[in-house]
């Protein structure tokens, strides 16, 4: 992350609580939280190397396993006949 700049703000108490509640629900801090909503208002949004890598990966691996050769072996029922089967229920 490049430097950092500290800033006060000053925040209405049901904006500081929502700012609490909000940043341990995302478990990242309130800072994290304030630069996240920066960002998104600017539409520049900074890179974390480590969700892009992620995701790389896992891109990778999608691509890897649509490439499996499996077997189709059909099936014998329907998606209607699922449907009717749970309704019975």
Same mark, same amino acid.
């Given at each position: 992350?490049? /430097?950092?700049?500290?800033?006060v703000v000053? %925040?209405? !108490? #049901?904006?500081?609580e929502f700012l609490k509640r909000r940043s341990q629900e995302m478990?990242?801090?309130?800072? #994290?939280?304030?630069? @996240?909503a920066i &960002?998104?208002?600017?539409? #520049?949004p900074e890179v &974390? /190397?480590?969700r892009l890598d992620g995701w790389t @990966? %896992? @891109?990778s691996e999608m #691509?890897?396993?649509?490439? %499996?050769?499996? !077997?189709?072996?059909g099936r014998s029922w329907t998606r209607e006949e699922l449907y009717d089967a749970d309704s019975r229920h």
């Open positions: 992350m490049s /430097s950092l700049v500290k800033r000053e %925040l209405r !108490p #049901e904006q500081h478990g990242i801090s309130e800072d #994290e939280l304030v630069r @996240r &960002d998104a208002m600017t539409g #520049e &974390d /190397s480590s @990966r %896992l @891109r #691509e890897k396993r649509a490439r %499996l050769n499996v !077997p189709q072996t």
